[in-house]
């Protein structure tokens, strides 16, 4: 764990100071609901005060957590997400930067940065609401959503293959690649412990069943299939090939889990000028400024 870090890292915090007065708007039973009780846990157990954390959203069903976990937060815009956060955590290292987006928004629209974002390896964590639909927008299909899929948007069956966030997050060079699932909110809270512990890109893919539109990839259809990587003994984290192989299953049997890690530097470690005190907290030397403006005026 870095220094920075640990330095935050106090046992005065309790779940309820990350409460707001806001009334949840998600449809009863929704996956979103175990995704935010793990993120309010997680930040909990590891003492990280809200005032210390900016949580980044994309706008669908998943981005209306904004109302309900008191924290900085930014309402990004659909698909940028992930430039927000890089920027934010430039400017200010000492945040606990974490990005919370729909399956549509950053695999659709926010697939260019996801994948860059990976390839950066900025210290930031990624937790993407995958229920494979844009939901918010009442149930088209979305990147995630499985060949042959009928929805009011592709009513003769998605002609496309599914995109594969693990298999896509290896390839990128992917620091910290793993999949969870809100109905194992226990896992979930663990998992997200040790991605916004880890230093760098930490991508949690979530199954996060959307109970509305979604009335395939169900509670229940995740229960019967989903096996946990973390409970197997002799499966090797450090094996890019086995997470591969892992990635590449679906079906009868799908894992989830941590898949991959390594301990490579971060973006931010590679930057000189960000050593000592964080961009933001910083004199700004306005003469010079102001000088440097004459020149390009
Ligand atoms: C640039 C832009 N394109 C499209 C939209 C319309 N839009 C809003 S939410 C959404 C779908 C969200 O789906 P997803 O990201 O999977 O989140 P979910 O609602 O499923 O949680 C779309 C297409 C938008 N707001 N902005
Ligand atoms: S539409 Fe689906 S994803 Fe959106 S709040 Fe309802 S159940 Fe959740």
Redesign the pocket.
């Known amino acids: 764990m870095g220094i920075e870090k640990q330095k935050r890292i106090s046992n005065r915090v309790k779940e309820k100071d990350f409460n707001t007065d806001y009334q949840c708007t998600w449809c009863p039973g929704c996956g979103?609901f175990g995704i935010m009780i793990a993120l309010k846990k997680a930040l909990t157990e590891l003492g990280l005060k809200p005032e210390n954390i900016l949580l980044v959203y994309?706008?669908?069903?998943?981005?209306n957590a904004v109302n309900f976990i008191k924290t900085y937060a930014w309402h990004s815009?659909?698909?940028r997400t992930l430039p927000t956060a890089v920027g934010a955590k430039l400017a200010n290292k000492d945040l606990t930067v974490i990005v919370m987006?729909?399956?549509?928004?950053?695999y659709?629209?926010g697939m260019g940065h996801f994948i860059h974002g990976v390839r950066g390896n900025a210290d930031i964590t990624y937790i993407t609401?995958n229920?494979k639909?844009?939901?918010?927008?009442t149930g088209?299909s979305?990147p995630t959503s499985d060949k042959g899929t009928k929805t009011k948007s592709t009513p003769d069956g998605l002609i496309e293959v599914a995109a594969n966030p693990m298999s896509l997050a290896l390839s990128a060079g992917g620091s910290f690649v793993s999949r969870g699932f809100s109905g194992n909110a226990e896992h979930l809270k663990e998992l997200f412990k040790k991605a916004i512990l880890h230093q760098g890109f930490s991508l949690v893919d979530v199954f996060?069943p959307?109970v509305t539109f979604n009335h395939t990839n169900t509670f229940k259809y995740y229960f019967d299939r989903l096996y946990n990587l973390d409970e197997k003994t002799d499966y090797d984290k450090s094996d890019l090939q086995a997470a591969f192989r892992e990635s590449l299953l679906w079906g009868d049997k799908i894992p989830y889990g941590l898949f991959y890690q390594d301990r490579r530097p971060s973006y931010g470690d590679h930057l000189p000028q960000l050593k000592g005190q964080a961009l933001v907290k910083r004199k700004m030397l306005v003469r010079k400024i102001e000088k440097l403006m004459k020149e390009f005026a």
């Open positions: 979103n994309g706008i669908g069903c998943s981005g815009l659909h698909g987006a729909g399956d549509g928004d950053g659709g629209e609401h229920n639909l844009y939901s918010l927008t088209q979305a996060q959307c």
